[in-house]
């Protein structure tokens, strides 16, 4: 069965850090970009950053940059999401999902990409 499974959300205080998880099985996830997304209740959907399958370009969204930092383990079948420096702002179920991938313009999913089922960020004192 393909599948993304996320994991590492929860609840920290502001300043503090979290590491996401995104693994991938039934299919090899060294053939794909991977993106990353969040979406917070009652906002759109925001696409946070992204990594394309050869690790040359990576996309972070203005909101992120600089604090968040993302990376893959092709032999771990495994694509992380580093996050330090977290704000309130940054509380949302994130979501990580096969994509294209600009290091402008961000990730684009389409109907085919695979998706995770999401874990939830809570970032409050």
């Known amino acids: 069965q393909v599948q993304l499974a996320e994991s590492g959300g929860g609840l920290v205080q502001p300043g503090g850090s979290l590491r996401l998880s995104c693994v991938a099985s039934?299919?090899?996830?060294?053939?794909?970009?991977i993106a990353w997304f969040r979406q917070a209740p009652g906002k759109e959907r925001e696409g946070v950053s992204c990594i394309d399958s050869y690790e040359r370009n990576r996309y972070y969204a203005d909101s992120v940059k600089g604090r968040f930092t993302i990376s893959r383990d092709n032999d771990q079948n495994t694509v992380y999401l580093q996050m330090d420096s977290l704000k309130p702002e940054d509380t949302a179920v994130y979501y990580c999902?096969?994509?294209?991938?600009?290091?402008?313009?961000?990730?684009?999913?389409?109907?085919?990409?695979?998706w995770g089922q999401g874990t939830q960020v809570t970032v409050s004192s």
């Open positions: 999902a096969t994509s294209s991938c600009d290091y402008q313009l961000g990730p684009e999913t389409y109907e085919y990409d695979y």
């Open positions: 039934g299919f090899t996830l060294e053939h794909y970009a």
